[in-house]
C-alpha cells in the first residue's frame, strides 16, 4: 500500500514514521527547500513538544473532537513517540522540550527516521494537481504518483515565510471540504492608544481579559500596541474596536493599592506623583497612569485620598481599544481551517472522501501557548498515521 503525504513539517514528519511503521510505501511532498522549517522557530528554537497539563480546555474548536484526540494520544504518548526516535524529554514546570531545548534536535529525529524507514521527501515540489479515481489518488508533481492513502498536513497561514502559504486548503477544497476562513492566532494586538504607547519596552506580570476570559502572565507594551503571552492566547477572541482590559498589578487588590499609594503620597509630599509612584511601579507606566487621570507631574501634597483610588482603580482596571490584530507573518498558528464536523476524529479521516486523512494546523483546532499546537499535531499525525496500513 502507498502512502502521499502532502507537507512535511511536524504533523507530516510523524504521519510519514507512523504510515511507515505499518509498513505503507510513504512520500512526502514538500513545497519548500527544507523540510519542517517551521519547527525550528517553535518554542524560541526549544520547541515545547507537549504539556503534562495537557486539557482540550486549552484549545478552541469543537471540544468533542479536541476530547476524542487527547484521549488517543496523551503526553506520555508523546514522550514515549520521541524516544522511539532517538530524543529524550525534560519537563519545567509542566512544558515539556527537548532534553537538548534544541528544536534542531526534534527537526534532525524525525527527518532521519523517516528516511531511514524508506520515507522519501521530495522537497521543492508544487502540487499541479490532485484527483482521485475509483480507490487511487493521482498526485502531479511534474511526475504522476499515484497512492492508496492521501493524507493533508499543510499546515495553516502562520510565518508563511516557513511555506505556510494556506495553499493545502485549495487542494481540501477541490475534495468539497468546508473551510473555516483561516485567521491569525496567538498574536500581537494593535493598539488605539497614544499614551501606552509612552510605555513601549516595559515588561511586567499582569492579568489581561477580554470576553470573559482572563489570562496572566507577562505582558510586553510595544510600540504598535501590546504583546506577551497572555495577549498571544486571548488574541483570537479580540475583533477591532473591541476593548482589553489590564490589571497591571494582579498581585494586590484595589483597596490595599490605594492606601499604599495615599501612603506614598502623604510621606513624600513635596514630590511629584510620577516620582512617588516609582515607590510601587515601572517609572514608564506611572507617566501613562498620571497622563491618563490629567496629573503628570503634579506636586503629592495637592492630591488626596480621592486621587490615590482613582491612580488604584486605574491601575487594576486599564482599558485598551483593539484596532486590528497583527497578521499571519507574525501569528504563531491559524485559527480555522477544515471543518471537524467532516473529519471522523478517531480516524482523522474524512467523511466525505474514503482514505483522505488530515493532520495538524490545517485542521479547524488550534491552542494557547505551552506546547498544545504541537501536541495536537503530533498527536493527528499519529492517528491518521497510524491507520494508512497493509
Known amino acids: 500500500m502507498k502512502t502521499i503525504i502532502i507537507g512535511a513539517g511536524a504533523a507530516g514528519?510523524?504521519?510519514?514514521?507512523?504510515?511507515?511503521?505499518?509498513?505503507?510505501?510513504?512520500?512526502?511532498?514538500?513545497?519548500?527547500?527544507?523540510?519542517?522549517?517551521?519547527?525550528?522557530?517553535?518554542?524560541?528554537?526549544?520547541?515545547?513538544?507537549?504539556?503534562?497539563?495537557?486539557?482540550?480546555?486549552?484549545?478552541?474548536?469543537?471540544?468533542?473532537?479536541?476530547?476524542?484526540?487527547?484521549?488517543?494520544?496523551?503526553?506520555?504518548?508523546?514522550?514515549?513517540?520521541?524516544?522511539?526516535?532517538?530524543?529524550?524529554?525534560?519537563?519545567?514546570?509542566?512544558?515539556?522540550?527537548p532534553m537538548s531545548f534544541q528544536a534542531g534536535s526534534v527537526l534532525h529525529m524525525l527527518r532521519s527516521t523517516a528516511t531511514e524507514l524508506g520515507v522519501k521527501i521530495k522537497t521543492n515540489n508544487q502540487i499541479k494537481s490532485i484527483k482521485k479515481e475509483k480507490d487511487k489518488f493521482?498526485?502531479?508533481?511534474?511526475?504522476?504518483?499515484?497512492?492508496?492513502?492521501?493524507?493533508?498536513?499543510?499546515?495553516?497561514?502562520?510565518f508563511p515565510k516557513t511555506g505556510s502559504d494556506g495553499s493545502g486548503y485549495d487542494i481540501i477544497r477541490k475534495f468539497h471540504h468546508r473551510i473555516i476562513e483561516p485567521r491569525p492566532a496567538l498574536t500581537a494586538l494593535v493598539c488605539n492608544d497614544n499614551i501606552l504607547k509612552k510605555a513601549s519596552g516595559?515588561?511586567?506580570?499582569?492579568?489581561?481579559?477580554?470576553?470573559?476570559?482572563?489570562?496572566?502572565?507577562?505582558?510586553?507594551?510595544?510600540?504598535y500596541g501590546i504583546?506577551?503571552?497572555?495577549?498571544?492566547?486571548?488574541?483570537?477572541?479580540?475583533?477591532?474596536?473591541?476593548?482589553?482590559?489590564?490589571?497591571?498589578?494582579?498581585?494586590i487588590d484595589e483597596?490595599?493599592?490605594?492606601?499604599?499609594?495615599?501612603?506614598?503620597i502623604s510621606v513624600n509630599r513635596t514630590w511629584m506623583i510620577d516620582d512617588a509612584l516609582h515607590g510601587i511601579f515601572h517609572e514608564k507606566l506611572a507617566t501613562v497612569i498620571t497622563t491618563t487621570l490629567n496629573i503628570h507631574n503634579q506636586v503629592c501634597h495637592t492630591l488626596d485620598k480621592n486621587t490615590s483610588e482613582q491612580i488604584a482603580h486605574l491601575i487594576k482596571n486599564y482599558?485598551?481599544?483593539?484596532?486590528?490584530?497583527?497578521?499571519?507573518?507574525?501569528?504563531?498558528?491559524?485559527?480555522?481551517?477544515?471543518?471537524?464536523?467532516?473529519?471522523?476524529?478517531?480516524?482523522?479521516?474524512?467523511?466525505?472522501?474514503?482514505?483522505?486523512?488530515?493532520?495538524?494546523e490545517v485542521i479547524d483546532v488550534d491552542g494557547i501557548c505551552g506546547g498544545y499546537n504541537l501536541h495536537f499535531a503530533w498527536a493527528t499525525a499519529t492517528i491518521a498515521g497510524g491507520n494508512c496500513r497493509e
Open 13 to 97: 514528519l510523524t504521519a510519514a514514521i507512523c504510515a511507515a511503521r505499518n509498513k505503507s510505501e510513504v512520500t512526502v511532498i514538500e513545497h519548500e527547500k527544507q523540510a519542517g522549517k517551521k519547527i525550528l522557530m517553535t518554542g524560541n528554537g526549544r520547541c515545547n513538544i507537549t504539556n503534562e497539563h495537557l486539557d482540550s480546555s486549552m484549545y478552541y474548536g469543537d471540544r468533542k473532537f479536541v476530547d476524542c484526540v487527547l484521549n488517543q494520544f496523551t503526553p506520555a504518548d508523546v514522550t514515549a513517540f520521541f524516544q522511539s526516535v532517538g530524543l529524550y524529554t525534560c519537563a519545567k514546570n509542566g512544558y515539556v522540550y
Open 138 to 158: 493521482f498526485v502531479d508533481i511534474g511526475i504522476r504518483l499515484e497512492c492508496d492513502y492521501l493524507i493533508i498536513a499543510t499546515g495553516g497561514c502562520s
Open 202 to 223: 516595559v515588561r511586567i506580570e499582569a492579568e489581561i481579559a477580554a470576553e470573559n476570559k482572563i489570562q496572566r502572565g507577562e505582558l510586553q507594551i510595544t510600540d
Open 227 to 251: 504583546s506577551g503571552i497572555p495577549v498571544l492566547n486571548l488574541s483570537r477572541l479580540v475583533e477591532p474596536e473591541d476593548y482589553v482590559h489590564i490589571d497591571f498589578l494582579p498581585r
Open 255 to 264: 483597596n490595599s493599592l490605594a492606601d499604599m499609594i495615599f501612603h506614598l
Open 319 to 360: 482599558r485598551v481599544q483593539i484596532q486590528k490584530r497583527r497578521g499571519f507573518d507574525f501569528a504563531q498558528v491559524t485559527a480555522g481551517g477544515v471543518c471537524t464536523d467532516e473529519i471522523n476524529a478517531g480516524t482523522m479521516e474524512s467523511k466525505k472522501v474514503k482514505n483522505l486523512y488530515f493532520a495538524g
